[in-house]
T-cell receptor, first 114, second 111 residues
Framework: DAGITQSPRHKVTETGTPVTLRCHQT?????MYWYRQDPGHGLRLIHY???????DKGEVSDGYSVSRSKTEDFLLTLESATSSQTSVYFC?????????????FGPGTRLTVT | KQEVTQIPAALSVPEGENLVLNCSFT??????LQWFRQDPGKGLTSLLL?????REQTSGRLNASLDKSSGRSTLYIAASQPGDSATYLC??????????FGQGTELSVKP
């Protein structure tokens, strides 16, 4: 598996607080993704990056922003956290967005917004 | 809009049985189909990747097939073991590698 770490692994925050989640990879993969996993909805794409400083929105991007200043790091920011953003957040990477390239997942961050 | 469905949602079998998990998708214009395993409270582990041009992939006791024209994939697990108990997720990707997931099948293998 790709060397993907996420920090923090657990976080409890209050409504209205800004929160930043970090994904770090050691595989030099070009593509990185942020997903959220919720009961009844499964995993859904929030944002993704196809290179340094190149990002795009996913299915559920409202209320989230991302940044990628280095190949190895992909940051997800909740500008003003809401209770609906309580979820488990997964980062994933792949070498290429073309056919034949597996996507690898990090261990996840459990975020609770009170 | 691509939709992925997995049936059944939950499955309980005795140890040693062979079993099949099903995945269907509505848009056949996919690049890859990937099967994952997720243990409770853990991340996703990739099991098998099938490119759109392939029909099947095998890894140990696992065999995944793909029929792109009908929008179906199956994951076959031979001689199931209690350690196979987990949730199995199917996901398809298009250009850019963006994955669209099914809801998963929760598998329990009883000793």
């Amino acid at each position: 598996d790709a060397g993907i770490t996420q920090s923090p692994r657990h976080k409890v925050t209050e409504t209205g607080t800004p929160v930043t989640l970090r994904c770090h990879q050691t595989e030099n993969h070009r593509y990185m993704y942020w997903y959220r996993q919720d009961p009844g909805h499964g995993l859904r794409l929030i944002h993704y990056s196809y290179g340094v400083k190149d990002t795009d929105k996913g299915e559920v991007s409202d209320g989230y922003s991302v940044s990628r200043s280095k190949t190895e790091d992909f940051l997800l920011t909740l500008e003003s956290a809401t209770s609906s953003q309580t979820s488990v957040y997964f980062c994933a990477t792949t070498e290429s967005g073309r056919a034949g390239y597996e996507q690898y997942f990090g261990p996840g961050t459990r975020l609770t917004v009170t | 809009k691509q939709e992925v469905t997995q049936i059944p949602a939950a499955l309980s079998v005795p140890e040693g049985e062979n079993l099949v998990l099903n995945c269907s998708f509505t848009d056949s214009a996919i690049y890859n189909l990937q099967w994952f395993r997720q243990d409770p409270g853990k991340g996703l582990t990739s099991l098998l990747l099938i490119q759109s041009s392939q029909r099947e992939q095998t890894s140990g006791r696992l065999n995944a097939s793909l029929d792109k024209s009908s929008g179906r994939s199956t994951l076959y697990i031979a001689a199931s073991q209690p350690g196979d108990s987990a949730t199995y997720l199917c996901a398809v990707s298009n250009q850019g590698g963006k994955l669209i997931f099914g809801q998963g099948t929760e598998l329990s293998v009883k000793p």
